[in-house]
């Protein structure tokens, strides 16, 4: 007998190797496989620090964002960083400039934004953020407790 060559196999078992699925999975029936629902922590960039505070941002593409949207109710605080237009509403916006100071001014992280949101674990207490876009900035002062989420836009105008 001779061996039948089907084109979405070998694409199929490549794509097994990358995610890590096992081969039966992508050979063992006639039909084409289906891809595994996206995990939301899968697509999180990794969680980076500064001292005793853990913080990650991005958001950048559907995906991500979707994930970091997902994930705001597990941080104390969430930052979203965007730009007012007169003919698009908002427009997200990257590399914006950040710095979360203790309630003394003493700066705790000083960063810069890899996308439109950025998630914090931070103990309780007083802090200001402050965020820059275009030569203007912005200052929030928040106060994280034991059962408060705190989500702060920054919405700059053309």
């Given at each position: 007998m001779k061996a039948r060559s089907t084109p979405w196999i070998g694409a199929a078992l490549a794509l097994a190797a990358v995610v890590g699925m096992p081969a039966a999975w992508?050979?063992?029936?006639?039909?084409?496989?289906?891809?595994?629902?996206?995990?939301?922590?899968?697509?999180?960039?990794?969680?980076?620090?500064?001292?005793?505070?853990?913080?990650l941002s991005g958001g950048v593409g559907s995906d991500q964002s979707?994930?970091?949207?997902?994930?705001?109710p597990r941080?104390?605080?969430?930052?979203?960083?965007?730009?007012?237009t007169a003919s698009n509403g908002n427009e997200y916006l990257a590399n914006v400039p950040v710095t979360i100071a203790d309630a003394?001014?003493?700066?705790?992280?000083?960063t810069t934004t890899h996308g439109p949101f950025m998630l914090v674990?931070?103990?309780?207490g007083r802090y200001v953020v402050t965020?820059?876009?275009d030569?203007?900035?912005?200052?929030?002062?928040?106060?994280i407790g034991a059962a408060a989420h705190i989500h702060e836009a920054f919405i700059w105008s053309m």
């Open positions: 992508a050979a063992n029936s006639g039909a084409a496989p289906t891809a595994p629902a996206t995990d939301a922590a899968s697509v999180l960039p990794p969680v980076q620090h500064a001292g005793d505070i853990a913080y979707a994930a970091f949207k997902d994930a705001m941080y104390p605080l969430s930052l979203e960083f965007a730009r007012h003394h001014g003493n700066a705790l992280v000083t674990s931070i103990p309780h965020a820059s876009h030569g203007k900035t912005e200052r929030r002062t928040v106060e």
